[in-house]
Every structure is written in structure tokens, then in C-alpha cells.
């Protein structure tokens, strides 16, 4: 039903969890998206047991274990990219990151983009809020990480609702990336209709210009009436903006489309003499 759906809406990539894989076929999966023209990202957090950032040897490598799972799902279900937070646990921690959890998560994922890469599937690191993980809040911060892992099959995941959270300005922060950037998630301050906020999505689609941005940008939002129970509550989602997602899928097609035809007229008048 999402997969048509989706296709219905005009969208060409849908987005999944990795939740409850087992529950998939994922061979009819595959199948369905390349007969609508959909192409298939897959997002995921590591829970606490498979903390690639822990200073626990045996947790590390049950993350890494986990990692290489995820991507062999991509791979088998036709999808093109792993993201999310793939380098610590997904949650609210209750420490600072330790200098050995850091070089054991880059030495983690240096490990697993090797395989992505073999795979055919792109490797994209979220950087999310600090309620959602300690290690990569910033741009700068998953800028350095990726260095650190010395491939360049690594980049990463930017999403507006935790820049607007952690970036003093989102709009640097995306020209700062440049093409480092393999994924981008527009997801609005409350997690509901776009424009509904208080996010300067004209600042954002300019600089997506001005790095001649041309992957994916896919809308996130979240409503307990629709997404998973257990995502909604580690994403703390306590009120619903929203309960049908038809009109919301719609409303953010226009709205996506709308500025980025907006930012490049603002483009074209600027660049007359």
C-alpha cells in the first residue's frame, strides 16, 4: 500500500524502517518498486545493546553484525542506500561520548561502507539532535567523522528539523557539506505539515542550489496513527500534528516542488546584471 501510494503521490523514492524485517517479502518488495519507477532507501538506529560507539568490544561487534544484516536487506529488497543513525544508538544517552567509543564507531563504519560499497548501496550517516544520539549532532562533527574513516563511500544524512535543533545556521551547514551530502530529509520544527513551523525552508532550498544538490529529498514526518509505535516514541512524537497521510504526502510534494522553483527564480533575478 505505501509503495503505491507513494508512486499515486508522484514520489520516486520511499523511505523504510528497519524495524521488523522478517515480516517482508522482500524479493515481492523489490519487485513492486521497480514496476512503479520507486526507488527504495532504507533508515535505522542501532539500539543500545548494538552501540557501535560503546567501549564494549562484544556490543561493537553485535552493531557491526547488525550493519552488515541491514545492508544485505537493502541489497535483496533492491534498495540503494542504508542511513539513519548507524553509528551509535539511537536514544537519549546519559553521558558524553568517550574518545574510544568515537574510534570504534569510524572504525565500524569504515568496515561497513566497504561492504555497502560492494553491495552497490550508498552509506549515509543521519546527524541528529542531541536527544536523539551524542556523537554526531553537527555538520562539522560528521564532517570529521567521515574523514576519519578515510572512505569515500561514507557521507552523510542531513535533516532539517535537527539542523534547525543544533546548527546555528542550517543554510552554512549545507554549503559547508557540499557534495558530502548523499541524502536529505525535509522534515518541518514540529514534525508536522510543511510550513506549518517556524523553519526558513527559503534559506534551505537556496543552498541546495548553490551546491548543485541532485539526490534524493525526502519528506519525514511522524504521527503514532501511522508510523511504528516504538519509532514515533523513541522520536518522542507525544501529540499528533496529523492522522492522514494522504493529504499530508500531497501538501508536501507541492511544497517541496514549490521552493525549489521559488529558489531558482530567486537564482535567475539575482544573476541579471
Known sequence: MALRKTAEHGYRTIEFAYLRPEKFDLDRLAKLAQSLDVEIGVTMGLPLD???SSDDSATVAAGKAMLADALRAVRD?????????????????????????????????????ALAESFGVDLVLELVNRFESNLLNTTAQG????????????LLHLDTFHMNIEEANPAAAIRMAGDKIGYF??????????GDGVINFDLIFDALLDIDYKRDIVFESFSTAVVDEGLSLVCAIWRDTWTDNDPLAAHAKRFIETKMIEAERRRATNARP
Do not use: Q
Not at 542506500?81 to 551509535?88: A, F, N, P, R, T
Not at 564532517?143 to 561514507?154: A, C, P, Q, Y
Not at 530529509?185 to 510543511?194: D, K
Open 143 to 154: 564532517l570529521k567523522f567521515i574523514e576519519e574513516t578515510g572512505s569515500d563511500h561514507v
Open 185 to 194: 530529509h525535509i522534515g518541518e520544527s514540529n514534525r508536522g505539515y510543511l
Open 50 to 52: 548494538r552501540d557501535i
Open 77 to 113: 529488497i533492491g534498495g540503494n542506500k542504508l542511513g539513519g543513525i548507524l553509528y551509535s544508538a539511537h536514544t537519549k544517552y546519559n553521558r558524553v561520548p568517550t574518545k574510544k567509543g568515537w574510534d570504534n564507531s569510524v572504525k565500524a563504519i569504515a568496515e561497513t561502507a
